[in-house]
């Protein structure tokens, strides 16, 4: 009984915003000291990341993402993808989908997506006659679809907390992004495609958008085809991605300056990944409880009691990660989430790596999910438009995505064909 009290006063602690690391880290003592176990054990399970070369790959591809968040990359990728696709008729719309995927998969978070890349493709939209809910909605939605792509942040702490291969992980994630990127693409050519174009495709200004962007065009095809041709581990590829990004941006572009902007954006960086890591080691220590007493196990049989069907688990699941995705933030989400459900799905037949995209996807969707959904305050704040205003504009982009997770839940392939060949 004492026991159960001291968690509900945790909870309380969570509720109203004490540090997420210091919650889990109480809960963990408090777990081991109540089946009188020597509390080293979480120290040790804390350790165990000082020898895990995969998290490496973390702070380097943040640091990539910074850079390129601070330079003056968002506008020459905007702009590339302007003369690509904006001649369609309802292309503008193709070019925030395709720019923020790219832009977000490198960052690893759809709120830096919002407020860099909004205010060069919203006004873009409405000037050029797209109406404003329909504006809000595909920025908004937006920000969070490279999260699938390499190098995506969760999809590397994903695969160090399920222990999955993070290289099989950033190829299955390709095909699923597509799709979603294709489905959302549909349905905004569908509903725009009457409006006037004033911009005709213009070989010169392809050309031209095409020299602008010349060093940075080349980094995902570098990443996503030496990975795939195992010419390069992710280690390598995040090594490699922070050299180039640095030296194109502060020594061919010199969009940045040294002196001034190195310091700041590692300090900015490094918070985060700080802020991964140690939420990261407490989680650890929490798991290490979990599988000593085989909290996922007794899970399953209890669940097992009522469902036999691996479809109707996946449903299920889907909505728990919904919510998990409107209440919690990707990285804290993937570590506290990830060890208590992958035994489950395992037992019910899921493949692992299938299970990754699956949970990323929804985070994705739970971001744009009323109420509480993270992406909808970023963007209400971001374009001083009412709460309530975004809620109304994201609802069709819930429900295409909602289609797109569906494919992805109940057809294996889309994210294991490309991993088996």
């Not at 509720?15 to 009188?36: E, G, M, Q």
């Not at 080293?40 to 850079?67: K, Q």
């Not at 590339?80 to 193709?94: D, E, K, M, S, Y």
């Not at 922070?242 to 020594?251: G, H, L, N, Q, T």
Request: net charge positive; hydrophobic share 60%.
């Amino acid at each position: 009984m004492l026991n159960f009290f001291l968690l509900l006063f945790f909870i309380l602690f969570a509720l109203f915003r004490t540090p997420l690391f210091a919650v889990i880290s109480a809960i963990a003592i408090l777990s081991f000291l109540s089946i009188k176990t020597d509390l080293s054990a979480i120290i040790i399970e804390m350790l165990r990341l000082a020898n895990t070369s995969t998290l490496i790959a973390i702070p380097l591809f943040t640091f990539a993402g910074y850079i390129l968040a601070e330079s003056n990359t968002p506008k020459r990728l905007v702009n590339l993808t302007q003369a690509l696709f904006g001649w369609i008729p309802g292309g503008l719309a193709l070019v925030v989908l395709v720019s923020c995927a790219i832009f977000t998969a490198f960052t690893g978070a759809s709120g830096i997506t919002i407020v860099a890349l909004g205010g060069l493709v919203f006004p873009a939209l409405i000037k050029g006659n797209y109406s404003e809910k329909f504006s809000l909605g595909l920025v908004t939605t937006s920000g969070s679809l490279g999260l699938l792509f390499p190098p995506s942040l969760p999809l590397i702490l994903y695969g160090f907390v399920a222990q999955v291969d993070v290289d099989k992980l950033f190829i299955a994630g390709i095909l699923p992004g597509i799709l979603l990127i294709v489905l959302l693409s549909i349905y905004s050519i569908a509903k725009n495609y009457k409006i006037i174009q004033t911009q005709k495709f213009s070989l010169q200004n392809l050309w031209r958008a095409t020299i602008d962007a010349i060093w940075e065009i080349p980094l995902p095809f570098l990443i996503i085809g030496g990975i795939y041709a195992g010419v390069f581990t992710v280690i390598e590829a995040s090594a490699i991605t922070a050299v180039y990004v640095f030296i194109v941006e502060f020594f061919i572009y010199k969009d940045l300056n040294l002196k001034k902007d190195i310091p700041r954006i590692m300090k900015e960086s490094m918070i985060l990944v700080g802020g991964i890591l140690i939420i990261l080691a407490s989680a650890l220590g929490l798991t290490s409880y979990l599988i000593d007493e085989q909290i996922p196990m007794k899970i399953f049989t209890f669940i097992q009691k009522y469902i036999s069907s691996k479809y109707i688990f996946l449903l299920l699941l889907n909505l728990f990660l919904l919510v998990v995705g409107m209440l919690m933030d990707i990285f804290s989400a993937i570590i506290v989430v990830v060890p208590i459900i992958t035994p489950i799905a395992l037992k019910f037949g899921v493949d692992p790596i299938h299970l990754g995209i699956i949970f990323l996807t929804n985070l994705e969707i739970g971001y744009l999910t009323p109420p509480v959904g993270l992406n909808l305050f970023i963007s209400s704040f971001r374009f001083e438009k009412p709460i309530i205003k975004i809620y109304l504009a994201t609802l069709p982009f819930i429900l295409i995505l909602f289609i797109g997770l569906l494919l992805i839940t109940y057809i294996p392939e889309l994210s294991l064909l490309l991993v088996r060949r």
